[in-house]
């Protein structure tokens, strides 16, 4: 036999003897596990989609509440790196990490690129994720409401059941008890969320969301910035238009009475004027107090008839008067003995 058909024949014998492949990564495009190849893991990438811009934090990155994947990602994380952008329902980013909210391990916060160097960080209630390089369809996006009339918002009726709520937590920040010391003002703007019947007036109220704070407000009191009245959901039934719900008694507590709801001024006689230069009523802040009197009233003066919301209540000192605090043309804050108005 030649030399050179010895060597084909060792080849042979060497390569089909029927060695089992071992075990173990073989390259770097795959294994082997029992005998059988299985990629490496590819990591997916994430698609976030605005649906509720009220869920963003916009400052968050002055601080360490979340980690960041780089500094420079958390100098362009927020307002103050920006540069007059802002985000907006319906725009679409990458995900590029994830982390509990530090003071509020339930939540997720999602640090999103949108692109042109602007990140923003938005928890798991403001987006919906997809899975790929593209969004998912999104729902009509929540419409942005700006408020025209805040004489119209009845501060105080989420104290009572006038209305249908979307949630628990909308009805505890839907008042002066959960705003604490703000009070929303005319050019505000904010994400509508729901609407409800009034459980005694012929209105629809819409909760607008401004920030973390909830705005129940007449429908005529807001102008629509984005969408309409037909894409705000009836509370109750989120994304879905229904059938209205039928008005409520108004025997209810708080739920539009004189404690809480839009009121007439019937005797003005029971005004108190000059109230708020004393220490007679406890006061929610200083700027109420310092509105509530003829000291603020620039040579207004109120008069029957006049219509406003019920801002805040208080008890005289007197121990036997309950004084209302009545918001009248959007700027004239009254104090009143409750026995001098009437539900409207």
């Given amino acids: 036999m030649s030399r050179l058909a010895l060597a084909f024949a060792s080849i042979v014998v060497i390569t089909g003897c029927g060695r089992k492949p071992a075990k173990g990564p073989q390259n770097q495009?795959?294994?082997?596990?029992?005998?059988?190849?299985?990629?490496?893991?590819?990591?997916?990438?994430k698609t976030a989609t605005i649906v509720d811009a009220g869920e963003l934090y916009s400052s968050i990155n002055q601080g360490d509440c979340i980690p960041w994947p780089s500094a420079h990602v958390k100098q362009a994380g927020g307002t103050s790196g920006w540069g007059g952008w802002y985000p907006k329902n319906g725009m679409s980013g990458t995900v590029v990490s994830s982390s509990p909210?530090?003071?509020?391990?339930?939540?997720?916060?999602?640090?999103?690129?949108?692109?042109?160097?602007?990140y923003a960080a938005l928890n798991q209630n403001g987006v919906t994720i997809s899975e790929g390089g593209s969004a998912p369809p999104v729902a009509a996006a929540a419409p942005t409401v700006r408020i025209v009339?805040?004489?119209?918002?009845?501060?105080?009726?989420?104290?009572?059941?006038?209305?249908?709520?979307?949630?628990?937590?909308?009805?505890?920040?839907?008042?002066?008890?959960?705003?604490?010391?703000?009070?929303p003002q005319n050019g505000d703007t904010g994400v509508a969320i729901g609407k409800s019947k009034h459980c005694?007036?012929?209105?629809?109220?819409?909760?607008?969301?401004?920030g973390a704070k909830v705005v129940p407000i007449d429908e005529k009191g807001i102008a629509y910035v984005t969408g309409s009245t037909a894409a705000v959901p009836w509370a109750g039934t989120p994304g879905v238009a229904v059938t209205t719900p039928t008005p409520g008694p108004v025997s209810k507590v708080g739920a539009g009475t004189v404690d809480s709801g839009r009121v007439r001024l019937v005797d003005v006689g029971e005004v108190y004027t000059s109230i708020n230069t004393t220490d007679c009523l406890q006061w929610p802040d200083d700027e109420t107090k310092k509105l509530s009197g003829s000291s603020a009233w620039a040579g207004w003066s109120p008069k029957d008839g006049d219509v406003g919301v019920v801002?805040?209540?208080?008890?005289?000192?007197?121990?036997?008067?309950?004084?209302?605090?009545?918001?009248?043309?959007?700027?004239?804050?009254?104090?009143i003995g409750k026995k001098g108005v009437a539900p409207e």
């Avoid at 391990?105 to 999602?110: I, K, Q, W």
């Avoid at 005694?200 to 401004?210: A, D, M, N, Y």
């Avoid at 000192?317 to 209302?324: I, P, R, Y």
């Fill in 200 to 210: 005694s007036q012929s209105v629809t109220v819409v909760f607008v969301k401004i």
């Fill in 149 to 183: 009339s805040a004489g119209k918002v009845y501060p105080m009726i989420n104290t009572g059941d006038c209305l249908t709520w979307p949630d628990a937590s909308s009805k505890a920040l839907g008042g002066t008890n959960g705003w604490g010391g703000w009070s």
């Fill in 311 to 335: 801002v805040w209540k208080s008890a005289h000192c007197n121990g036997t008067t309950t004084v209302l605090v009545v918001r009248v043309a959007d700027k004239y804050f009254v104090p």
């Fill in 101 to 118: 909210h530090c003071s509020n391990p339930g939540l997720t916060v999602y640090i999103v690129d949108f692109g042109d160097n602007h």
């Fill in 29 to 45: 495009m795959g294994m082997l596990e029992g005998g059988a190849w299985t990629q490496p893991e590819k990591k997916v990438q």
